[in-house]
Structures are given as C-alpha cells and as structure tokens.
C-alpha cells in the first residue's frame, strides 16, 4: 500500500502547519507532529466519527492525544477538519489567551477531550473513557436501540510507555475487556535525551499482549492505508483493547533533524523549514494551506450527518422508551436529580438525630448507602482498600465481565438487575485516579476512588489534573492522622491535608462527625466544576452536638460558645479545629470553662470553602481582636494565615504504636490544648499591661510534636 497524492498532500499540510506554528513562537515540539501525520490521515481521514459543528455530541468518538507535547498535530487537526479553530489561533501557538496553549487543555480549544502534558495520563484518561462508554451502553441501550456506540481512540508515544502510570491503566483496561479502546503506538526511539534503546528495552507488543491487549503491527506508520487497514482490523473485534504500533521517524520530511532528538523540542529553524518545504514539495508561504488540501479535511459534512443520524436513533430510542431517554440524558449534561437538595438536607438532618459515634470512614459509607441509591450516576472503587476505604455499599455491587467482555448483572433486592457500580482498581492509585478523570470527561458518571490519605502522593498528580479541568471527580482519603496508630509513620500522613490545599480548585474537607461528613458528600456532588478530597478517619469520634447545621456548607462555623460550655459571658479566645481534634477542642473548652475561660469552638471542615467566604461571615466566626488558637493533627504551616496566636499540630513523623499512645505522647490532649489556651492569653495580658501590643509574629506561640526527648510543646 501506498498513500494516495490526496493523502500525502493531507498529512505534509499538518507537517507544514506543525513547524510555522513552532518556528512562530520560538517554542514547541515539531518532530511528534510531523511524524505522526500519516498516522492522523489514517484516523481522522476516515475512521474517526465526530463532528466539528458540534464537540460535544454525546455519542461522538473520543480521541486522546496521550503525548500532549505533540499539540500542535491536535490542532492542525482540528483547525483542517472544521473546528471552530480559525489560522489566527495557529498563527498565536502558545501564546497568552490564545486557543492553541503549549498543551492541549480541555474546554479551551474546540474538540479536545482532555488536558494532556504530563506523560502516560492521556491513555490512562481514554482507559476511563472506554470504561464509561462501556458502561453506559450495558445501561441505557436496549435491543434495537444503540445510542451509546462509539469508540476512544489514543496516540501515545514512549514517552508514555515508560511512565508507570501506563503499566496500571493498560493493565486494567486488558482485564476489563475495551473492546473499543484502540491506540496508536508513535514508535519512533527517540525522546529529549536521544535514542531510547540504552534505558527503554521493554518489549512493548509482549508486554500489551500479557495484559489481554489485540496486538497489531508493527505498520509502517507513514502509510495511511497500511494504519487505516490496521484500524479496521482492530474495529472488527470487541473483545479486546488494541494497540497498533506504528513505526515512525521523528521530524519526518525534514533533510537534516529527521530522526534525532533535535526535532523532538525545538523550532526547526528558518533554513531548515526552507529545505524541509522542498524536500516535501510543499510550495506554499507559512501558515497557507491549498482549497483543495481543506476540502480533503473538510468532516463537517460526514459529521454532520452522522450526528442527524443518530438524533434519529434517539428519537426513536426516547419515543420507545421516554424515562430512560430523559434519564441518559440527565446525566450526559451532568445536572444532579431534581431532588438532589432534600436528600443531602434530610440526610443531614437524620444524621444530627440519630448523633452515632462512629469513624468518618464510616460515616462516609453511610452517607453513600443513601447517596449510591438515589444517584446511580456514583461510580465507586478502592485501590484495593475498599475494606478500609469503605467506599462499597449495598447498592454498587463490585463491577465485573465475563468471559464475552459483558458486564455482569447483579440481581438487587426487589429483582431489579444492575451492573457493577464499584471497581476493585488493585494497588494502583495513580491509575485509579487518572482513570477517574476519564470517566468525569466523558460523561455519564460521577467516579469517586478511596485509599489511604498518605497514599495520596501516588496519585497527586492525576488529582492536580482534575483540578486544572474542573473535573468532578472525589477522593475517599481515609486513615487520615497519626490515629490510625499501628501502622507507623510511612502509613500516618502529617503533610497531606496542607499540601492537598495548595491545590487550586481542589475542595478538601475533613469533617468531625457524620452531619459533617453528609455536607461535605453534598458539597462534592453538587460542585460540578470541581474536584473534592474527602479527608476521612479510621478510629471512631464522637457526634458533636450542633447549635446551627446549615452554617457547615460554607467550611467553618460556630459549633460551641461559651455558654454551651456552662459560661454566660463573651468569649476570651477561639479554637479552631478540623476532624478528629474538635473532640480534643470540646473538651479543653470545659477544661477551660472550670477555670472560669470562656472560650468558642470554631469547627472548620473546609478551609478552601470557608476561604472563599465573605469578610464579614469570617469575622462572625472568626470575630477580630479575640487570640486564635488552632489544632490539626498535621504540619503547622496554613494556620497561620488565620491570624492564630497558637498552633497545636505535628510538624514532624509519627511513631508506631496504639493511637491514644500517640496521641499522649505527641501533645494532643485536652490538658495541653487548655494550657497554650492560657499560656496565649496570658501572654496577651501582659503585653496589654505594658500598654502595647507588638502582635504576633509567625513562630510565636507555635506549638508542635518534638521528637522524644525533647519538650513536645516548646513556646519560640
């Protein structure tokens, strides 16, 4: 086989565009791009369905450029075949507010499925794709009705294969049987540092092979129809994930960096476009493309009508079968149920009734026993802690297929059968949460994954992405403190909970009790532009009585005055505490109110909800002029921003032993929190006795854990 001159013509234009958008901006990757062009005629040439009118169609194939440093090929695509993605933006590559940025970000250029950058996210993104389709077809479509029928596709290249997270995603997508995910393997040895072969020897066909993947090539990834015929294969079986390897050469076209690492991450240069132009026989200006080349690209006719056809099918589909039509499409939109509100506001309310003490793990699970039955858009999992995590309830039975790749049905109380609603990803929390993000961009379902708090270092980066793509996506990061005891410090987080608020549009709450626990699940659901880590407890804590349940939504309230503590006067100083040390906080407070010190408890679950208050609802629960004091089992640093005069927290590890041990030895005690209390507010006296206030510099006042043989509540 050979490409046509129509099809030579067709990839040489993304070629053309890859190096003017890159040499423009004196920044940029050319080598990917032009290498991959055939393999782009090949799939959008012809395979692909979607339509450049309209991105987001519902039942449009989903194509993830998994090395996203090889945007530029994304947008020639996407610019060429019709999108709302004029030559002015490829004329503005990475540029400030262009729609053409450094890498493809989702809801900023038209057409793209997902922000990609960070190498091996992009397949494990069309991995949780594949799954949603999958899942979404055994769900809504009915004998003679198939309007969930697409397939995801994914260029991805070694890059990816060396990052670990493609191991965990491929894996998976092999054992759940995606028959409908296909990838186009970019094989072309060369990455920055050069020639691969020294560090990646990996045998790449064996290894997807051993993971229940359709094995095609290698191909010669210059020829169109060679990859098109090869697409077609892995179209005519449902079975199996596949993947293509396509044998490339980076930089293709170009005389002198064809081939070498130069072409991967830098402009080819003015004399080297020039030779490229003439070795190509591509004899037009920068950023000119021929009327005969854009009617080759042209889909908006071909998608166009395959959109109308399936309006058809839908129609018929909703004539046939009208609630689960407005159903499907309910969720496509991603709109919660009409009567979302009063099921978190009766869940609450039935939780501040009831007032168990249980673990916020636990809670949490009681809270999605309600939740899962009434949304059965939650897609649950557990990176093999679901014991632990309890992210499990009686309505999302383990998700499994049989030996044809069908979804297994579960037969529910009532007779009803349902399809697996939570996923056993394994030891793979990377995976888990990339794939996570997959699921939240295609629709259809809300995932939620739980392992330990401390393990959420392995998937950071995936929560970051979340958060960069306003992606609904919730984290169950349980075992959340030095309570978890035994386990020692590699399983007891210190850093977490701060270092998790550092990231942007990331909403994290650690709630104190089960009302808590309900709000924050509301507040996560009902956030469609954002994903939630929910910080959750292993040993159990006491309901906290409420005086006020509707201030919990905005992060932090007033839970206690003085006068609940048996004082009938204005407060002398504030404790703030989150989750598990707002007992410790309730409790000094009596210590306190015996000592005639009034003193109120501030309970805030979310510090990112409560920052983005009003100034005047902070200085009501936070009133100026009144010393703070704040307990958090954790590092100190972010505390301080609330004017605190004290912090309690563990700015070290953790030891091994049974949690009250540690929380004894580490200071997190009612005593020790009453006495900085009074230490902080003797220290004010006397500075206002002086007749003056210096104030309170960053250190003073800071208490935390020291290790053993040092006071474990030095004053600086």
């Known amino acids: 086989m050979a490409n046509s001159p129509e099809q030579q013509r067709m990839a040489n234009a993304i070629r053309a565009l890859a190096m003017d958008a890159v040499q423009q901006a004196n920044s940029g990757h050319p080598g990917a791009p032009m290498g991959m062009a055939e393999m782009a005629v090949a799939l959008w040439g012809g395979h692909l369905r979607h339509n450049p009118a309209n991105p987001r169609w519902f039942d449009r194939d989903r194509f993830v450029l998994s090395n996203g440093h090889a945007s530029m090929l994304l947008y020639a695509l996407l610019h060429l075949t019709g999108y709302d993605l004029p030559l002015d933006e490829i004329k503005k590559f990475r540029q400030l507010h262009s729609k053409t940025p450094g890498h493809p970000e989702v809801d900023v250029t038209p057409g793209v499925e997902t922000t990609t950058g960070p190498l091996g996210q992009g397949i494990a993104n069309a991995v949780g794709m594949a799954l949603a389709e999958k899942l979404l077809a055994a769900e809504f479509n009915r004998p003679g009705h198939s309007v969930v029928d697409h397939h995801t596709y994914a260029f991805l290249g070694d890059g990816c294969m060396m990052e670990g997270i493609s191991h965990e995603a491929v894996a998976l997508a092999g054992a759940w049987k995606l028959g409908k995910l296909i990838a186009l393997y970019d094989d072309n040895g060369i990455s920055i540092d050069g020639e691969v072969t020294p560090w990646f020897i990996d045998n790449t066909a064996q290894r997807f092979a051993a993971c229940g993947w359709n094995v095609l090539g290698p191909v010669d990834g210059h020829d169109a129809p060679q990859v098109a015929a090869a697409i077609a294969q892995a179209r005519a079986q449902s079975l199996q994930p ?38 190509l026989g591509w004899d037009y200006p920068p950023f000119t493309i021929p009327a005969d080349v854009y009617a080759h690209w042209d889909a908006k006719p071909r998608g166009q009508a395959a959109e109308a056809e399936w309006a058809q099918h839908f129609a018929a589909y909703r004539a046939a079968y009208p609630e689960l039509a407005a159903e499907f499409t309910r969720r496509m939109h991603g709109e919660l149920p009409a009567h979302f509100a009063e099921l978190v506001q009766g869940t609450v309310a039935a939780l501040h009734a009831k007032a168990e003490t249980v673990a916020t793990r636990k809670a949490s699970q009681i809270v999605l026993e309600a939740f899962t039955a009434a949304l059965p858009e939650l897609l649950g999992g557990s990176a093999d802690l679901t014991g632990s995590n309890l992210t499990n309830t009686s309505h999302t039975p383990n998700l499994r297929f049989d030996a044809q790749g069908q979804v297994v049905q579960t037969t529910q109380p009532g007779g009803r059968s349902v399809g697996g609603r939570h996923i056993n990803y394994g030891v793979r929390e990377f995976g888990m949460a990339a794939i996570m993000n997959g ?73 104190a009790d089960t009302a808590e626990t309900a709000v924050a699940w509301g507040a996560a659901l009902a956030q469609d532009d954002r994903p939630t880590a929910l910080l959750l407890s292993r040993q159990n804590l006491a309901y906290a009585p409420k005086r006020n349940l509707e201030d919990i939504r905005r992060g932090a309230y007033v839970l206690s005055e003085p006068a609940d503590a048996g004082l009938k006067q204005p407060a002398q100083a504030v404790l703030i505490a989150t989750g598990s040390e707002v007992q410790l906080a309730l409790a000094a407070q009596h210590l306190l109110a015996s000592k005639k010190i009034a003193v109120r408890v501030v309970s805030m679950p979310s510090t990112t909800v409560f920052d983005r208050e009003s100034v005047d609802y902070k200085l009501s629960v936070l009133p100026a002029g009144i010393p703070r004091v704040a307990v958090e089992m954790g590092v100190t640093e972010g505390w301080w921003k609330y004017g605190c005069a004290a912090v309690l927290g563990l700015d070290r590890f953790g030891e091994s032993a049974p949690a009250p041990a540690l929380l004894q030895h580490f200071g997190f005690t009612a005593e020790n929190l009453a006495a900085i209390v009074q230490t902080v507010l003797a220290g004010a006296a006397e500075a206002q006795g002086k007749g003056h206030d210096k104030g309170h510099d960053k250190g003073h006042g800071k208490h935390k854990a020291k290790d053993k043989n040092k006071s474990k509540n030095k004053r600086k």
């Open 242 to 279: 596949t993947l293509i390897i396509c044998k490339t050469h980076i930089g293709k076209g170009s005389p002198n960096r064809a081939n070498t690492a130069k072409a991967h991450g830098e402009p080819l240069g003015a004399d080297e476009i020039a030779q490229t132009r003439a070795a």
């Open 439 to 511: 699921v939240a961009l295609h629709g259809g379902y809300i995932p939620y994954g739980g392992t330990f708090m401390t393990f959420s270092d392995y998937s950071r980066n995936a929560v970051r992405m979340a958060a960069l793509m306003h992606q609904r996506v919730i984290h169950v990061f349980t075992h959340d403190s030095i309570g978890l005891g035994e386990d020692g410090p590699t399983h007891q987080p210190v850093e977490h909970a701060a270092s998790l608020r550092l990231i942007p549009r990331l909403e994290v709450w650690r709630p």
